[in-house]
């Protein structure tokens, strides 16, 4: 009996209405045989499967407008048997396959899955394609495979969830959506797609709305929060420049109002949007832009920002364009004390602290919040029902932050999150009344990157780390990352510290980890509350000098050959078990006097040892010597200096 191929189709048209793709309210298009999109029609010009340069289209094609850079694409076959060829494991290893076109041509034709990764290959030079393989007539009898060809790759991968199962069924368009993105190729691509789309809009921004540095973020944050306005996202379009300025101000106060926070605080945070709402460039209509620059700069950060934030809530996007704006702005960059942690050092200091859903955890120096961001993703991992997420949301992160503008920053990231915006505070985290706040939090872990001190003693980074320790409960976990210069030359908090506290280990830090700011760091960890005298151990040393991080003038430090993850579990499972290796890690007893660094005391492999290297290092470590003795100089010794 002939199989017939359209009984297959069916099963696929079912599912897929079964999942809501044909709802009207839904944005998601299916197509069938052919597409409208002039990209896609492009791409599939010469996609035929014969090979002979014609065009070809698989049996379904499915796109929507919230999610612009991805399309499914369905190939059917009537028969089980002709799912797979015995060359797609070497397809998807990226093998060289040896064969002539006539036989390709035979293979794609025949198969499901070859088929449906021939189109793939051809789409993903613009798209990442999510490729479904159906084959079989019944429901009951289907064959189901799900791959991914990302943007841009050279071969594809079996799509699997972010817990590694592979998926085998037509699912509805947002899972689809959700496993693609938490492929670990596709979120670097968007990463590094958001970052290239984060320099456009600051020179957007300098050219025609004539923005200061410090209102670009405010702009950036307080448009994602109007964005979570329905209404206002579907009809921006619909105002005029001036009317739009008005809306725009309007809805961020309506979004902060929804907010389970007190009324000083929405005032607080609201404060800083209110001078942007007037800026008179913005209401400006051009020859370029007749609608006006804010509408502009809203419907690009609806495009290209908003799907990012919808999907990867553990991203710290208000923090990563305040990053790349500050790149630009002008004079001593350190000199604003402001070193914005890197996002992948916020993700460690949350495996470092170990949190989970009954942690509470505490930044006095918030920042955009990266650290608490990151905290939360790790601690909502560990929950498993719905009462255990809201507790961490309603009471498991506090930060403090005294700039406003910043403040707004952290309250927007949170708002955007739906979570822990209550526990924020504005204001100086040495305040009384703050610092009393924050203690009735039964904090149990805190996470810290102060504002790096110039020449104020008073505002040393060792005293803001005490503080921090200070404010959590006994045995709590308090780690800092703070310059080395706090590890090696002599202070006095380093005594007050020890008098109260426990230093359990300091980690050495990558040279260039904050690149372009030229801080050497190191990370501290304490236990709070148990004076070091009496805790009566020996502290850790790591030497973390490479995190698989390269240098880019463009795109900062960046993971180019996906290191970072091998070596950031490497370094968490040292320092839990407390791992000794000779030139990497070293238990050693110190007090307040004694240097607080691996470099001290680890054994060193001298074998290897070249002349050029022991230049280099010996030039290193008096250089870092200069550095500490300036910074102990009096303010205008050390500017003659």
Known sequence: MAKNERKTENIVREELRRHGYYEPSSDVQVEEQKTNIAALKRLLRTASKSGKGGGGAPEFIVSSLSNPDFVLLVECKASTKDHASQAVPDIIQGSDLSESSYQKAKRVQRYAVDGVLHYAAKVAKEFNVICVAVSGETEASAEISVFLHPKGVGRPKALTTKEQNLVSSIVPWSDFIEHATFDETVQKLRFNELMAFSRELHNFMRDHAKLTESEKPLLVSGTLIALRNAAFANSYELYQPDDLQKEWLKVIRTEIEKATIPRAKKDNMAQPYSSIAVHPELGKSTKAYPKGVLNELIRQLNEKVWPFLSVYHDFDVVGQFYGEFLKYTGGDKKALGIVLTPRHITELFALLANVNKGSTVLDICAGTGGFLISAMHQMMRSTSTESERERIRAHGLIGVEQQPSMFALAASNMILRGDGKANLYQGSCFDDAITEATKEHGADTGMLNPPFAQSDEDL??????????????????????????????????????????????????????????????????????????????????????????????????????????????????????????????????????????????????????????YAETVKKFLVSRLMSDLELLPTDLAGDA
């Open 460 to 613: 040393h980074e060792l005293y803001f780390t005490k503080h921090m320790l200070d404010c959590l409960v006994p045995k709590g976990t308090g780690i800092a990352v703070v310059p080395m210069s706090c590890a090696i030359a002599p202070h006095p908090a380093r005594a007050e510290l020890l008098r109260h506290h426990t230093l359990e280990a300091v980690m050495s830090l990558p040279d260039e980890l904050f690149y372009p700011v030229g801080t050497v760091v190191c990370i501290m960890v304490f236990t709070a509350h148990v004076p070091h005298e009496e805790a009566n151990k020996k502290s850790w040393f790591g030497y973390w000098k490479e995190d698989g991080f390269i240098k880019s003038k463009k795109l900062g430090r960046i993971d180019l050959n996906h290191r970072w993850a091998g070596i950031r579990d490497k370094w968490v499972e040292a320092f839990r078990d407390r791992e000794v290796h000779a030139g990497e890690s070293v238990m050693q007893r110190v007090t307040a006097e004694d240097e607080w660094s691996a470099e001290a005391y680890i054994e060193t492999d001298y074998s290897d040892l070249s002349k050029q290297l």
